[in-house]
């Protein structure tokens, strides 16, 4: 089998190609533009392999696109190609609306050409995967807002969407378009909705390695409002599992939901971090010294929770990694990969707070 991955060089992406390549006989061809956050040294371990390939292209360029399944013919694809951070689409809202919109509309357009080429077979057998977010769902009840002995809900496959952020509101944009693709033309389309990732490979806008990294480098480790905005972590290997038992087994059609059942409160995530350092990396004043309090992120959601009941019933996926365990081996590796870490923050970025809100419009640039 041969699966084009868009947006390969990026994090989840690459654990995705990584997988593949490491595990199972599949080829794969990553399909990256490589913005900011891409970066090919996460590839390094497979990159030699005759299974690997990879095309610089960015999705919204259809004419790319099409060379590139006219070479390589795949026989599924797994669209992970976004812009994904929630602060950076609050004050840069346009390029949110061109990747994850416009980018998405172009490659359905390429698939579908190419799909209805096939032969009835290869029609039949082929798969149009596409990688979104929990955040398209909004926000659930936070237990502060509900009587004690509450039972919270969770996110379902049938919860409907109300996307707080620009950024949301562009993956619930393109998962749309992506069910309306299979209804109208046909193309065998299936969608995911996974919770927060975490891992090794993370770019540091985000925040568990933006922690790490700050601890490190003894600077402040920012805490949005009262940090108790509750996040379900999901170990990026154990979903790159997930998302490949999904475009190999899946259903055409079907939404499943991927997450690590572990909600945690942001203010609680940082102070592991800052536990697990003081042991790892310890210094004579402990790294929670270094937690500081910042204005929060405008319409901030309080309360993600995925329920993966569906994965595990249909598809026989769990999570491997516990929060404990999965956030041990991140900070290991950052402590063991400062190379990596220097290299992808190429000056464009360096760990500036992102997503103040202004009343200034920018239009595209």
Known sequence: ?????????????????????ENTTDSVVNVDCLTYAGNLESLYSVET?????FKLVNICDRAALDRVFAQHQPDAVMHLAAESHVDRSITGPAAFIETNIVGTYTLLEATRDYWNQLDDSAKQAFRFHHISTDEVYGDLPHPDEVPE??????FLETTSYEPSSPYSASKASSDHLVR????????????????????????PEKLIPLVILNALEGKALPIYGKGDQIRDWLFVED????????????????????GGHNEKQNLEVVKTICSILDTLVPKETGYAQQITYVQDRPGHDRRYAIDSSKMQRELDWTPVETFETGLKKTVQWYLDNSEWCKHVQDGSYQRER???????IKGSK
């Open 49 to 53: 392999s005759d299974r690997y390939a």
């Open 149 to 154: 002995g509450t039972e919270l809900p969770m």
């Open 239 to 258: 979903h790159a599992r997930a998302l490949y038992k999904v475009v190999t087994e899946g259903k055409v059609g079907e939404t499943y939901n991927i």
């Open 354 to 360: 992102l997503g103040v809100e202004s009343t200034e």
């Open 180 to 203: 309306a693709w299979l209804r109208t033309y046909g193309l065998p389309t299936m969608v995911t909705n996974c919770s927060n990732n975490y891992g090794p490979y993370h770019f």
């Open 1 to 21: 089998m041969k699966i084009l991955v868009t947006g390969g060089a990026g994090f989840i992406g690459s654990a995705v190609v990584r997988h593949i390549i």
